[in-house]
């Protein structure tokens, strides 16, 4: 009973700025049940943040993707020339070094 | 040495560099906050395989061998930097920073919708507001612009949290920070990068080309 209170409270009481801050949880483990529903409950009545809980859901699925395409080579970053060239004088130096 | 020699005639770092850079490369990019940084960790990861060759054994491929060293270079990389105490200032400012995004609680304007393209729903396609390839490849790039765009300090928690997926523990033990700081600089580095992203892309000059004026599942909007 103290608990539903609790949660009854923490739904009614939520601002946009708090409930913005629990969107930020990586996942529902990071969250109390009731920290939960409040920011469900919020973010069902107010469209500011059914807006902006919605483009952190997009975020953190473009983030997924970006690591995923970071590993086809050139799709993300492509390395530049002179960096190459640099690397492969050093590479060569060194092995001179300890081979000769 | 005799040995290494031996050893050394059949290693190429030059192929390493043709066959490994570029996904090297892309893999420090995306988790170091600029080329040079990246460059540097590529070419540390290239010098430790050509000493520790004797130790790879050929039981994982040579790009996974490479990459687990690569790893740590940038774990390295970013201990250092916050192991220096102008970092963990800059890391004290991020955190107390105003984004006057609310006031008194709330948002002090309405959030913008995000205009969607065809092929924009979150979850399959993976990017947002994106049609085809090409442009898909744009919207990478204009994110990447993003994390670069954030104060170092918050991009490297995201990297740490979003894309290396470390435990809490683990991040605070980088940063020097607690899991309270924590939580509170993904936020402020999310709500940053939701804002540059609603300005490098979503309110870009051409975006009403190719997209629809539909906005998110608000149908009020």
């Known amino acids: 009973m103290k608990r539903l209170v609790r949660a009854t409270w923490l739904v009614l009481t939520l601002r946009c700025e708090e409930a913005d801050r629990l969107r930020s949880a990586r996942s529902a483990d990071e969250l109390t049940p009731s920290e939960r529903l409040a920011e469900r409950v919020h973010s069902a009545l107010c469209t500011s943040c059914r807006r902006a809980r919605r483009q952190i859901e997009m975020i953190d699925e473009a983030m997924r993707d970006l690591r995923r395409a970071a590993d086809e080579p050139g799709e993300v970053a492509p390395m530049p020339r002179e960096a190459r060239d640099r690397i492969d004088r050093t590479l060569r130096a060194r092995r001179g070094d300890s081979s000769g | ?221």
């Open chain 2, 1 to 221: 040495m005799g040995c290494w020699w031996v050893v050394s005639e059949m290693v190429d770092p030059s192929r390493w560099l043709s066959a490994h850079g570029d996904a090297l490369y892309a893999y420090a990019r995306l988790r170091l906050p600029d080329a040079e940084s990246a460059e540097d960790a590529v070419q540390a990861t290239l010098l430790a395989a050509l000493e520790r060759v004797d130790g790879y054994r050929g039981q994982a491929s040579e790009r996974t061998w490479l990459v687990g060293i690569l790893r740590h270079k940038i774990a390295d990389a970013l201990r250092e930097r916050y192991r220096d105490e102008r970092r963990r200032g800059e890391l004290a400012r991020a955190l107390g920073s105003v984004e006057g995004e609310f006031s008194d609680g709330r948002w002090s304007e309405r959030r913008p919708a995000w205009r969607m393209g065809a092929a924009g729903a979150p979850g399959g396609s993976g990017a947002v507001g994106v049609v085809g390839d090409d442009e898909r490849r744009e919207f990478r790039r204009a994110l990447l612009a993003c994390l670069d765009a954030l104060p170092p300090a918050m991009r490297d928690v995201l990297v740490l949290r979003e894309l290396e997926e470390l435990e809490t523990e683990a991040i605070c033990e980088v940063l020097g920070i607690t899991p309270t700081n924590l939580w509170t600089l993904v936020h402020r580095a999310k709500a940053k990068l939701r804002k540059e992203l609603t300005r490098r892309w979503f309110d870009r000059e051409d975006a009403s080309s190719g997209a629809t004026s539909a906005s998110d599942t608000d149908p009020s909007a």
